[in-house]
């Protein structure tokens, strides 16, 4: 039979149409295996593109990060230092958590769009946004009481007995006063942008 017959063959339709309605117990265990075997490769395919975008050679696949704030983080204590730790850009800038690492991926798509309309493409056009960029990660990381610092750095876990004096007081006053790291640590991977105001500090 072919698909015109199928069309004008009204027994033919009211089969399809009652097998629709009341499927075989095959047809519905057919429908949960593919369902399944879909989900898997969705979930997979989903947790491959989103560990894809979340590590450092991802991040400085375009030269407006290898070239301006990657290259200040390879001087810090971040990149190389005595223990041979290192934070990766998604360590201080991605949420582990899989809620929030879902809203820092969305809010990165306004990133990818700067990136195609050429917002910071050139060195002074980073320059001139710079202090922008910056106080949208300062208010990210405030909001969320520096989440990605405390995955590694504590205060209940600081031996404040080592530390100079100055932080061991700086590091009291803000367990007192319930400060959290962006609020004094805002140059501690990248250089500070000029023009920061008295607030900014």
């Given at each position: 039979?072919?698909?015109?017959?199928?069309?004008?063959?009204?027994?033919?339709?009211?089969?399809?149409?009652?097998?629709?309605?009341?499927?075989?117990?095959?047809?519905?265990?057919?429908?949960?295996?593919?369902?399944?075997?879909?989900?898997?490769?969705?979930?997979?395919?989903?947790?491959?593109?989103?560990?894809?975008?979340?590590?450092?050679?991802?991040?400085i696949?375009?030269?407006?990060?290898r070239?301006?704030?990657?290259?200040?983080?390879?001087?810090?204590?971040?990149?190389?230092?005595?223990?041979?730790?290192?934070?990766?850009?998604?360590?201080?800038?991605?949420?582990?958590?899989?809620?929030?690492?879902?809203?820092?991926?969305?809010?990165?798509?306004?990133?990818?769009?700067?990136?195609?309309?050429?917002?910071?493409?050139?060195r002074?056009?980073?320059?001139?946004?710079?202090?922008?960029?910056?106080?949208?990660?300062?208010?990210?990381?405030?909001?969320?009481?520096?989440?990605?610092?405390?995955?590694?750095?504590?205060?209940?876990?600081?031996?404040?007995?080592?530390?100079?004096?100055?932080?061991?007081?700086?590091?009291?006053?803000?367990?007192?006063?319930?400060?959290?790291?962006?609020?004094?640590?805002?140059?501690?991977?990248?250089?500070?942008?000029?023009?920061?105001?008295?607030?900014?500090?």
């Amino acid at each position: 039979m072919n698909p015109t017959d199928l069309s004008r063959s009204p027994s033919a339709l009211s089969r399809l149409w009652q097998a629709l309605r009341n499927p075989s117990k095959y047809s519905l265990l057919v429908l949960l295996v593919v369902g399944f075997v879909a989900g898997i490769v969705f979930w997979g395919g989903f947790h491959a593109a989103l560990e894809a975008t979340n590590n450092e050679t991802f991040c400085i696949s375009c030269h407006e990060m290898r070239d301006n704030v990657y290259a200040e983080y390879k001087e810090t204590i971040h990149y190389t230092n005595r223990t041979g730790v290192r934070a990766t850009c998604p360590d201080c800038h991605v949420p582990k958590e899989w809620g929030p690492k879902m809203i820092r991926k969305i809010q990165a798509s306004n990133e990818v769009l700067g990136k195609i309309l050429g917002t910071i493409d050139t060195r002074e056009k980073f320059e001139a946004k710079r202090l922008t960029l910056a106080r949208h990660e300062w208010a990210r990381m405030k909001a969320n009481k520096s989440l990605e610092c405390r995955n590694c750095h504590t205060l209940s876990s600081m031996n404040s007995e080592i530390q100079k004096p100055r932080a061991q007081k700086s590091h009291e006053m803000a367990a007192k006063n319930g400060d959290t790291c962006i609020d004094c640590h805002k140059g501690i991977a990248h250089h500070k942008p000029k023009g920061m105001t008295e607030a900014d500090e």
